[in-house]
C-alpha cells in the first residue's frame, strides 16, 4: 500500500510570506503528526490530529497551525515565515487504534523549506 | 517529564563488524518504543517497533531489546554493511495526562560504515 506522500518535495519562501505544506497519511490511518527538524534542535513535535481534531500541540507560536480534513489528509501552515523557519517539515501517521502498544508511526519524505 | 537520550552521539566502525546503539528513557511508562532510520534530507524510516509487554524484536540482522524497567533499549546491528551508514533514533509513545498519546524522539546517532 501507499506510504505517507508530502508534498511538495522543496519549498523555497522569502521572509514574510506564508506557505501551506501537505501530507497524505497511509490509508485508514486516522492520526496525522507534524515534526520540524533543523540540525540544532534535532526532531520537535508540531501538532498531531486525529479525526480532524488537534489532539496535541507542541511548543511553537501561533504563526503554525494546521487541519485535518475528513479524509485524514492534513495541511500544515505557517505565516509571516522567519529566516529560523527553515527546516525539514516531517509528517507521520498512524492508525492509532484503541491498541496503543501496537500504534506504530509511519513517516514520509518530508518538505524541505527553504526561507530566504 | 520523559527524556530520551541516545548514546553515542556518534559511531564510526569497520565493515563487517557488530555495533550496539542505546536508548535510555527516563519514564517506564511507555506504550512502545520504535526505532528509525534516516537518510540525509530524508524521512525517517521504521525499523523496528518493540511493545512495552516485550523483550525484543528481530529483522534481518537488526535486533533491538527493551528493558523497561531501567529504561533502556538497545539496537543491535549485525556484520555492519556500509550501506546501514545512516542516522539511528528510538522514539517512546506515552501517554499523556491531559490528551492523549505523545512520541518522545531521542537526538540520534550517526552511524558510519567504513569499507
Known amino acids: 500500500k501507499a506510504g505517507v506522500t508530502q508534498t511538495p518535495r522543496y519549498l523555497i519562501k522569502t521572509r514574510g510570506q506564508q506557505v501551506t505544506l501537505s501530507c497524505s497519511p497511509i490509508?485508514?490511518?486516522?492520526?496525522v503528526s507534524w515534526y520540524q527538524q533543523t540540525p540544532g534542535q534535532g526532531l520537535q513535535f508540531l501538532f498531531e490530529y486525529f479525526s480532524e481534531t488537534q489532539r496535541n500541540k507542541g511548543n511553537f507560536p501561533g504563526r503554525f497551525s494546521g487541519r485535518q480534513f475528513s479524509n485524514s489528509r492534513s495541511e500544515m501552515n505557517v505565516s509571516t515565515l522567519e529566516l529560523g523557519d527553515s527546516a525539514l517539515y516531517l509528517c507521520?501517521?498512524?492508525?492509532?487504534?484503541?491498541?496503543?502498544?501496537?500504534?506504530?508511526?509511519?513517516f514520509g519524505q518530508g518538505t524541505r523549506l527553504t526561507v530566504v | 517529564k520523559q527524556e530520551v537520550t541516545q548514546i553515542p552521539a556518534a559511531l564510526s566502525v569497520p565493515e563487517g563488524e557488530n555495533l550496539v546503539l542505546n536508548c535510555s528513557f527516563t519514564?517506564?511508562?511507555?506504550?512502545?518504543l520504535q526505532w528509525f532510520r534516516q537518510d540525509p534530507g530524508k524521512g525517517l524510516t521504521s525499523l523496528l517497533l518493540i511493545q512495552s509487554s516485550q523483550r525484543e524484536q528481530t529483522s534481518g540482522r537488526l535486533n533491538a531489546s527493551l528493558d523497561k524497567s531501567s529504561g533502556r533499549s538497545t539496537l543491535y546491528i549485525a556484520a555492519s554493511q556500509p550501506g546501514d551508514s545512516a542516522t539511528y533514533l528510538c522514539?517512546?509513545?506515552?501517554?499523556?495526562?491531559?490528551?492523549?498519546?505523545?512520541?518522545?524522539f531521542g537526538p540520534g546517532t550517526s552511524l558510519s560504515v567504513i569499507p
Open positions: 522514539a517512546v509513545r506515552v501517554s499523556m495526562k491531559t490528551s492523549y498519546d505523545k512520541v518522545i
Open positions: 490509508s485508514g490511518h486516522r492520526s
Open positions: 507521520a501517521s498512524s492508525l492509532n487504534s484503541m491498541n496503543m502498544e501496537n500504534t506504530e508511526a509511519f
Open positions: 519514564d517506564s511508562a511507555i506504550y512502545n
